[in-house]
């Protein structure tokens, strides 16, 4: 059997963890793929994170570590194709890219990143410039790269309208999770308890955790009690609890996503977040905001309500909605886990990326250039 030695370069923050994490159970489960997981945090405590400029400069810090360590690795055997998770692992990689091939896999662009604006306020500036240093560095990125992986549509548009990339170089592979594990949850009757809301988010801030508060406070109290999961997230208080530490897949997670009616994510800036994926499979009605990828995920009035970010009076609103219709939930819930078997099982979806990267190997070693690498991609549809 023919071995393909990858090394997986992963920015290891966030979210990311939990894609990392869904997409190894996947080449454990492949013999063919000879695995070196590269996993760049995005401080660790060493000279980089100390250095003048670097230290206040997260792609550049996340990009020098990422070349120092695959260095490392090279001294010891070679690699067969590279994948990088996300672009900015993959900043200083242009030598290597000429001689191993390259698949750079991402959930946004640097201009999607400035467009969100509730947390990249400070690149909008710089990135509008397509003149600039920095676009014309991450273009060239995208240019070396044998093939280009992204999250969602959403981000496959930006690739191609605002960096020139040919639309058949990008594979659309969203993150997606165990459904066996995932499940819904045959949930007791409603009447004489509260409806019981659940929030995951890593950046509490930016996920809306704040205004969910908000929400909660001035009027739910009375109607539902809220778990938070969030190391970022205030002491909790009476109907509000809050949960630290958790981490991705466990059990303890699972059962809060299971004793869930509703989950709400009222994000400021996203890109293709997992924890809706989570909810989606686990048969939870979700209530968020459009921004980023998340209008692929949640279609308002079908498997969940979409309000506008930082409005806390129309979060509540959608909330008592939901709350008080034990039957609009439960049919919510059903089209959000129809939805997540469709695009974004992580079985099919992680082993089309597995497929990307053989293909991407057996083309180099053809002397061939990759053949349609949007062909090993999911047709999903396109935000509204």
């Known amino acids: 059997m023919q071995s393909y030695r990858t090394g997986f370069v992963f920015s290891h923050v966030l979210g990311h ?21 590269i996993l760049i945090p995005s401080r660790n405590g060493g000279l980089l994170d100390h250095l003048p400029l670097v230290k206040s400069h997260m792609p550049l ?97 930006s690739l191609v309208k605002d960096y020139g990339v040919a639309e058949s170089r990008v594979a659309v592979i969203p ?25 995951v988010g890593g950046d509490f801030g930016r996920k809306g955790g704040h205004s969910l508060l908000k929400a909660f406070t001035d009027s739910l109290t009375d109607s539902c009690e809220l778990d938070i999961v969030s190391n970022d997230a205030p002491e909790g208080s009476g109907s509000i609890r809050v949960h630290r530490g958790l981490k991705p897949n466990t059990p303890e997670l699972r059962k809060l996503y299971a004793d869930a009616d509703l989950f709400v994510f009222p994000s400021r800036g996203d890109c293709s977040p997992v924890a809706t994926i989570e909810a989606m499979a686990s048969g939870l009605p979700i209530v968020t905001t459009d921004v980023g990828a998340l209008s692929e995920q949640v279609e308002d009035g079908h498997n969940g309500l979409v309000v506008p970010p930082d409005d806390a009076a129309a979060l ?69």
Not at 17 to 37: C, F, G, M, Y
């Open 316 to 384: 509540a609103s959608a909330i008592k909605s939901l709350a008080s219709d034990a039957s609009r939930r439960q049919a919510m819930g059903l089209a959000g886990r129809e939805r997540a078997e469709k695009w974004f099982d992580g079985g099919k979806n992680y082993r089309a990326a597995l497929a990307l990267i053989k293909r991407c190997a057996d083309a180099k070693q053809a002397g061939e250039t990759v053949p349609d690498p949007a062909a090993m991609g999911l047709a999903i549809p396109s935000p509204k």
């Open 61 to 157: 810090r996340m990009s020098l570590r990422a070349r120092n360590a695959i260095r490392a690795h090279l001294r010891q055997e070679p690699f067969d194709v590279l994948f990088y998770h996300t672009q900015i692992t993959a900043m200083l990689g242009f030598r290597l890219a000429s001689r191993i091939p390259t698949i750079v896999s991402l959930d946004a662009t640097p201009i999607d990143f400035a467009q969100l604006g509730a947390y990249h306020k400070a690149s909008q500036t710089r990135e509008a410039d397509r003149s600039g240093l920095k676009f014309r560095w991450n273009q060239k990125v995208f240019a070396t790269a044998a093939a280009l992986v992204t999250c969602s549509a959403w981000c496959k548009r």
């Open 17 to 37: 963890v939990t894609h990392q994490k869904n997409l190894q159970r996947h080449v454990e489960a492949d013999p063919s793929i000879a695995a070196r997981w």
């Open 175 to 199: 993150p997606g999770v165990e459904l066996s594990q995932w499940q819904p949850v045959q949930k007791a009757p409603p009447e004489g308890r509260k409806t019981r809301l659940l929030f």
